[in-house]
């Protein structure tokens, strides 16, 4: 019985998981910038989201979509003012990477300036649980992050294979010389990339800050099960993101059965380690390039 | 007061080693760790152990820490280093948190988030470096002795197969470089390096916790190569000096919440190396074209 919970908490963190791994999965599969801000994104929306609804008492719809459009302001922001000026003049990838980790050194302490190191949560009555029979209990938010997880990926899926901008993303992820042949503009097109990609990231924060509580440096975290889902479902595969996230969830919540809960961080990356070592090209992926 | 500026100038080297072992592999190898505070960790905790159980001696306890390091390091170089070069920047920065959870769960081993007390002085050849002088001359002679070990590797034909792989990989695979063994290497070089400057900190410090060895430390030290200067020998070392030196300026600066201080520093770092990376990325002493150095 204590394994089917396990299970069902898996797959609400896997959902959460899933979300922000294909976020990343977007923006670096079609900009290649290593976006290690992406985990700001999320310790902004959190407390944005903490800081309108607990302390300013704006309903929680209104706080979550607000924090939900910061979310993709500073996406969109971060694309135009820091990775742009870098890219102009032949940028290298680790030129790129060391600027948006800077960000997120910044964002971070700023956090920790406004609302301390410590744990912040949101208690809501829909974080209670309720035993679904047998003894399994499921949260209303629980069933929430699964659900909205799957509206988005079949919003992606429409939006990816029949939209202009959709098919344009794809294309700019296949090849960006030949987009500019098309008369289309890469930088403009990337500036989507960021802000689809960082608004999916928004309902996982959100989720987990009401579920788990956040602290400043849970950016760290998220980017990391970020690369590595999308690195296990393959990079370049948005489908193998999620599915990345999922078994990195399932796996973390599963190691608590067998391990003291201390080491069930350690547990996505020893998963990522053998995937690298056994398939570096992922699930879904491509065979890796040099 | 002294005491004061010794202390600090001793941090200053064991960060300047930490930096010029790192800056081995980014400057000159285009290999970005994460790792690094994770493998200074694994070297002062070997040290501490090493200086508890079995001997104080610098002689005995540096080699250890360093084979120590270096033979971990081929848990990420060996995988990683196959496919492509983020893949190596995912696996140190995953190798890093498997670390921090190892120091602070492996308690029977580490002491968990307590950590190691009580770490006895160090010797050198039977003499007890108990005063802060003799110890700063130690650190000093390591530091200088690390820089100019890099500085040899890097003008040997190591060094230059080194830059040949940086700069074009698939070229210096035609001309019969294995890239893959090469950077290998220059990994377990760079690592058992960053050992020198685990064992000098257990037993400055005397006693060893996870707290000192998180990401945040990482970043620390790749701050410090990138605001002085990837790929040059006085670069880093420029930069620990810097980045020691703000914290303590900013002591003086008496209207700032004492509250805030770290979490302004790390402010300052971050910016600085956002600002550095859009107006000069080669740093403060770095050749002013960033092609030369981190290549593609």
Not at chain 2, 87 to 93: G, M, N, Q, T
């Amino acid at each position: 019985m204590i394994l089917l919970q396990l299970i069902v908490d898996g797959l609400q963190l896997g959902a959460l998981y899933a979300l922000m791994a294909v976020g990343f999965a977007i923006i670096f599969g079609s900009t290649r910038v290593f976006h290690y801000a992406h985990g700001t994104t999320y310790i902004l929306v959190g407390y944005l989201f903490y800081w309108l609804s607990d302390r300013l008492g704006v309903p929680w719809w209104l706080a979550a979509v607000l924090a939900a459009a910061a979310a993709v302001v500073f996406g969109v922001a971060i694309d135009r003012f820091v990775y742009r000026p870098i890219q102009r003049d032949e940028g290298s990838f680790f030129t790129v990477f060391v600027a948006s980790f800077g960000v997120g050194v910044v964002a971070e302490n700023l956090v920790v300036i406004f609302f301390g190191a410590s744990y912040v949560s949101i208690s809501t009555p829909l974080s209670r649980v309720h035993d679904i029979g047998g003894g399994v209990v499921i949260s209303w938010l629980g069933i929430a992050s699964v659900v909205i997880a799957l509206a988005l990926f079949a919003f992606l899926n429409w939006f990816l294979g029949r939209t202009d901008v959709g098919v344009s993303l794809r294309a700019l992820s296949e090849n960006p010389e030949l987009i500019r042949g098309f008369g289309l503009n890469p930088r403009k097109l990337s500036q989507y990339a960021f802000a689809i990609g960082s608004l999916m990231v928004a309902p996982a924060a959100l989720v987990a800050t009401c579920v788990t509580g956040l602290t400043p440096s849970a950016g760290h975290r998220v980017v990391l099960i970020s690369i590595a889902a999308s690195i296990i479902g393959g990079i370049g595969s948005l489908r193998g993101a999620g599915f990345g996230g999922l078994i990195l969830g399932l796996a973390e919540s599963l190691a608590v059965w067998k391990f003291s809960t201390g080491w069930s961080e350690a547990v996505s990356f020893i998963i990522l380690f053998l995937f690298i070592l056994a398939r570096p090209s992922g699930l879904f992926g491509m065979r890796a390039r040099v | 007061m002294q005491g004061y500026i010794l202390n600090l100038l001793i941090l200053v080297a064991i960060s300047g080693i930490l930096a010029t072992s790192l800056n081995f592999i980014i400057g000159y190898a285009g290999i970005f760790s994460m790792a690094h505070a994770a493998f200074f960790g694994v070297a002062a905790y070997a040290g501490a152990l090493v200086a508890l159980h079995v001997s104080t001696s610098l002689l005995v306890t540096i080699p250890i820490a360093m084979v120590v390091c270096a033979a971990l390091s081929l848990v990420i170089s060996l995988p990683s280093l196959r496919v492509r070069g983020d893949y190596f920047v995912v696996a140190s920065l995953g190798l890093q948190m498997i670390a921090f959870t190892v120091f602070s769960e492996w308690k029977d081993v580490t002491g968990g988030i307590g950590g190691l007390t009580g770490v006895p002085v160090a010797t050198l050849f039977g003499f007890r470096l108990a005063s802060l002088e003799s110890f700063f001359g130690v650190s000093l002679i390591c530091l200088a002795l690390t820089a100019f070990v890099i500085f040899v590797l890097v003008h040997t034909s190591f060094g230059r197969s080194l830059k040949a792989i940086r700069d074009n990989e698939v070229a210096a695979a035609s001309f019969g470089k294995n890239p893959v063994i090469i950077k290998t290497i220059a990994v377990a070089i760079s690592t058992a390096f960053c050992g020198v400057a685990g064992v000098l900190y257990a037993f400055h410090i005397s006693f060893v916790n996870p707290e000192s060895f998180t990401v945040d430390q990482s970043v620390f030290i790749m701050s410090m190569i990138i605001i002085g200067g990837a790929g040059t020998v006085f670069g880093p070392i420029l930069g620990a000096l810097i980045i020691h030196l703000l914290p303590a300026g900013l002591t003086y600066l008496t209207f700032l919440p004492a509250r805030d201080l770290a979490s302004l520093q790390q402010i300052i770092y971050g910016a600085a190396m956002v600002l550095l990376m859009i107006y000069w990325p080669s740093g403060l002493i770095g050749r002013a074209n960033i092609k030369d150095t981190w290549g593609k």
